[in-house]
């Protein structure tokens, strides 16, 4: 099956820094989508890209399809404490309707 | 998440007992997804139901697995004779429309279940 393959696992970052996340699959993608996980709670939608090479921003978020369909970043600008979380990528392949998830990056963000 | 609710929260079951999960869907929403949470793992997709329908079910394990979302009352998540590496958080999704038309898709807060 379509395999994603998200880094880094982990980021350990000072408040004010910039942040970049990155996935990528062996097979190709329709769509790719970003979600955040806090504590207790399901995922919340990020951002949402359907075209290759679309570049997409939400407030200080901003992911990129890439060109091959086969990977995506998201990169979050000056990081503030309430970013932490943990970030997923997610695909969605052609005429399917099973998402496919990341392993996520654990974002911890030092005041 | 506002919309998506699922119940219980939290679930404990001794090995061998049955586990029922349900989810029900945003106002409007006709389909609804299940997927499986492991601890520092993504999410896994399990099961894909249209009211009174499966329309995919790839993701669950044949045995003591089963779903289903009737017409009326919520999608509901069964698992028989639990064993502990059922220990999970169990999402649901909804979403208005199949999501290869590029519908969005809303999360539930998950039931996080645990087999002693």
């Known amino acids: 099956g379509q395999q994603l393959n998200q880094s880094p696992q982990s980021m350990f970052i000072q408040e004010g820094e910039d942040v970049s996340m990155n996935c990528t699959s062996s097979?190709?993608?329709?769509?790719w989508l970003w979600y955040k996980q806090e504590p207790g709670e399901g995922p919340v939608l990020l951002i949402a890209?359907?075209?290759?090479?679309e570049l997409t921003s939400n407030g200080r978020l901003t992911a990129q399809f890439g060109i091959t369909r086969k990977d995506s970043f998201l990169n979050i600008s000056a990081s503030i404490p309430s970013d932490v979380g943990i970030y997923f990528c997610?695909?969605?392949?052609?005429?399917?309707?099973?998402?496919?998830f990341g392993a996520g990056t654990r974002l911890t963000v030092k005041p | 998440n506002a919309g998506v609710m699922q119940n219980p929260r939290h679930l404990v079951r001794r090995r061998g007992q049955e586990a029922r999960l349900r989810c029900s869907p945003m106002k409007g929403h006709s389909h609804v997804y299940w997927y499986r949470q492991l601890p520092e793992e993504g999410l896994k997709f399990m099961v894909y139901?249209?009211?009174?329908?499966?329309?995919?079910e790839s993701g669950m394990p044949k045995e003591r697995f089963s779903a289903e979302f009737p017409k009326e009352g919520p999608s509901i998540l069964r698992i028989q004779q639990v064993v502990r590496g059922d220990s999970a958080a169990y999402f649901c999704?909804?979403?208005?429309?199949?999501?290869?038309?590029?519908?969005?898709?809303?999360f539930g807060d998950g039931t996080r279940l645990s087999i002693l």
């Open positions: 999704a909804s979403s208005p429309a199949p999501l290869v038309g590029n519908q969005p898709q809303h």
């Open positions: 097979s190709i993608f329709n769509t």
């Open positions: 890209l359907y075209k290759a090479g």
């Open positions: 997610a695909g969605l392949a052609y005429n399917n309707n099973d998402m496919r």
């Open positions: 139901l249209q009211k009174e329908n499966i329309i995919d």
